[in-house]
């Protein structure tokens, strides 16, 4: 601020409320400078490879300290005591902290999501109730994307505070079908048929090898189950695909897959 009141002396400004102004109108430009090359530089870090998921809590904590700042710079400049209200805020910090617990606790929340880094910017998760594709991590919340295309907010701590089912994070997912065939049909028959779909299949990965095998006998079916691996992200293609391929393999060859049933037997005694 000397330097700047210097200067201003130098080009013959000696007016105090037109210094002010002036001072004050450097400090705004400063700020809008300073927050504009952040957003610049997490724009350009993304682009080289940085988690998008970041960049919310990142500017928020960065932003909100540089307006900090000038508005400290503004009030000393027009003539407030900061130091006094540095040391207010200094003595009434318990207070404040337990006024905000809640809020602090989300802050501290997200920046321990941004270290940890348990998912990134458009993996698909599962947190207690909440399913979604992440947007981002703010300084306070966590912004998530419904698979029905829904905006969902909720506080960091609760992403901190329970298990987190990362969908995308692993490259390969393995893909559990079980269908129901007729007692009257071989099991062997019905596991062969599968094993050549997806044997002619170049989608399903050969490592590891998929498993096929009995899993149940239940009340009108035998369940059999067709375990194979597939790339993560054509996950949900392959699980339909293979739903609709092994009902039409099974038309096809005769094995049909029965709908629940029960036999009731009726006895007629003499009276």
């Not at 210097?6 to 927050?35: F, P, R, S, T, W």
């Not at 960065?62 to 508005?71: D, H």
């Not at 054509?234 to 049933?261: H, L, N, T």
Request: contains cysteine.
């Amino acid at each position: 601020m000397k330097r700047i009141e210097k200067l201003l002396a130098d080009l013959g400004i000696e007016n105090d409320i037109l210094q002010n102004v002036i001072e004050i109108a450097v400090v705004i430009i400063a700020v809008i400078v300073i927050v504009t090359i952040i957003k610049l530089v997490l724009s350009f870090a993304i682009k080289k490879g940085a988690d998008e998921s970041a960049k919310p809590l990142i500017y928020s904590l960065f932003s909100y300290a540089v307006y900090i700042c000038g508005l400290l710079m503004i009030l000393h400049i027009l003539g407030v005591n900061t130091a006094g209200i540095v040391t207010v805020i200094g003595a009434a910090s318990l207070a404040i902290g337990l006024a905000l617990k809640d809020t602090l606790g989300n802050i501290a929340s997200g920046i321990l999501l941004l270290f940890l880094k348990p998912f990134g910017a458009s993996d698909y998760i599962e947190c207690g109730s909440l399913k979604g594709k992440i947007v981002g991590v703010g300084l306070f919340n966590t912004t998530l994307i419904s698979l029905d295309g829904l905006f969902v907010s909720a506080p960091n701590s609760m992403f901190w505070g329970a298990p987190i089912v990362n969908f995308s994070r692993n490259p390969i997912r393995r893909l559990d079908l079980a269908f129901g065939i007729d007692y009257a049909d071989s099991a062997e028959k019905a596991m062969a048929e599968m094993k050549q779909l997806v044997e002619a299949d170049h989608d399903v990965l050969k490592n590891p090898e998929p498993s096929f095998f009995v899993s149940s006998l239940e009340d009108s079916a035998v369940c059999v189950n067709m375990r194979v691996w597939v790339d993560t992200a054509k996950y949900w293609d392959m699980r339909c695909k293979y739903m609709k391929a092994v009902k039409e393999r099974f038309d096809e060859v005769g094995i049909s897959i029965p709908f629940p049933q029960r036999v009731v037997h009726i006895v007629k005694e003499n009276v």
